[in-house]
């Protein structure tokens, strides 16, 4: 069965750094793209950036580009978003998602459970 | 940028009505359009891809048409359990339209 399940919860403060995961399990990790998005309290749904986890070779949406870093540990299979600065404005819930085939051009056809994120002095 | 459109932003419709929600693109995306499903607190689920294909497991009420800039998903009956908001996707930039909120009237 494939499942993709991310870290807890995290409370930061502004100025803090922070890496979220997300793990693979059921398939082969590094033939499949990895995604991650972003949602807003009451909000929807933004592409944040993806990842190969056969080569970490990573493209990321320009909204976001400079603020946020995609990786993965093939290893472990896992792929993982970070933050060096979090502002209160990335105060959201952030989800994982697997593309449905080894190209990066797919949909998400699994995803993970999420991780709620918390930003506040 | 390609911009992605969706309307109506939500509507209310009976159980057993048909339902049609609209994606525009601002340009050409061939078929490279998937429809997603966010019932209320859940995670979404991928229902459609290349524009028309249903996803493995997902009822076939639920259909997708279109190809270029327009693009239609189309609940044939209306059931208390499709409550949810639903976003199309240009899947090979990652964009998502903004989203249309289902409800029962």
């Known amino acids: 069965e494939v499942q993709l399940v991310q870290s807890g919860a995290e409370v930061k403060k502004p100025g803090e750094s922070l890496r979220i995961s997300c793990k693979g399990s059921?398939?082969?990790?590094?033939?499949?793209?990895i995604s991650w998005v972003r949602q807003m309290p009451g909000k929807g749904l933004e592409w944040m950036g993806k990842?190969?986890?056969?080569?970490?070779?990573?493209s990321n949406s320009p909204s976001f580009q400079g603020h946020v870093t995609i990786s993965t540990d093939k290893s472990f299979s896992i792929a993982y978003l970070q933050w060096s600065s979090l502002k209160a404005s990335d105060t959201a819930m952030y989800y994982c998602?697997?593309?449905?085939?080894?190209?990066?051009?797919?949909?998400?056809?699994?995803w993970g459970q999420g991780t709620l994120v918390t930003v506040s002095s | 940028d390609i911009q992605m459109t969706q309307s109506p932003s939500s509507l209310s419709a009976s159980v057993g009505d048909r339902v049609t929600i609209t994606c525009r693109a601002s340009?050409?995306?061939?078929?490279?359009l998937a429809w997603y499903q966010q019932k209320p607190g859940k995670v979404p689920q991928l229902l459609i891809y290349?524009?028309?294909t249903l996803q493995s497991g997902v009822p076939s009420r639920f259909s997708g048409s279109g190809s270029g800039t327009d693009f239609t998903l189309t609940i044939s009956s209306l059931q208390p359990e499709d409550v949810a908001t639903y976003y199309c996707q240009k899947y090979n930039s990652g964009t998502f339209g903004q989203g249309t909120k289902v409800e029962i009237k």
């Open positions: 059921g398939y082969s990790f590094t033939s499949y793209w």
């Open positions: 998602a697997r593309h449905r085939s080894g190209i990066p051009f797919m949909p998400f056809d699994f």
């Open positions: 990842i190969d986890p056969s080569d970490s070779y990573t």
């Open positions: 340009q050409g995306i061939s078929n490279f």
């Open positions: 290349d524009a028309s």
